[in-house]
């Protein structure tokens, strides 16, 4: 972690597959992996702010950016910043490393 960092309560690195939602609001995503998904879980009653977003930074291919998980069936969802996946050149369908840590709420 890094001295930004100094306040993470927890720290997890994985990959996952680029996806666009076409819903009511389109949006690219990755779904946390089931693991990573239910430490968040465990942590979501002490970080979680309302409609139970989760606050994180993460970083893919050297961008870092500050985003809320939110839950969506058995795992949390992953907004990319469109900013994010420009200059990354990250599309949908691809698989990326992400790092990420979990923030205190901002009270």
């Known amino acids: ?9 927890a720290e997890f690195a994985f990959e996952a597959e680029v996806f666009h939602w076409r819903g ?8 946390l992996p089931l693991e990573e998904a239910e430490e968040i879980r465990g942590l979501s009653r002490i970080v979680t ?3 139970g977003m989760v606050p ?4 893919t291919r050297g ?10 069936d058995d795992t949390y969802y992953l907004p990319l910043k ?18 990420m840590t979990v923030q205190p709420p901002k009270r």
């Open 56 to 59: 994180v930074t993460a970083e």
């Open 24 to 31: 009511p609001s389109p949006y690219f995503f990755v779904a």
């Open 1 to 9: 972690m890094s001295a930004a960092d100094d306040d993470a309560l």
């Open 49 to 51: 702010y309302g409609w």
């Open 82 to 99: 469109d900013a994010v996946r420009r200059e990354a050149d990250i599309t949908a369908g691809d698989r990326i490393a992400i790092t």
């Open 63 to 72: 961008f870092r950016f500050t985003t809320s998980l939110f839950r969506k």
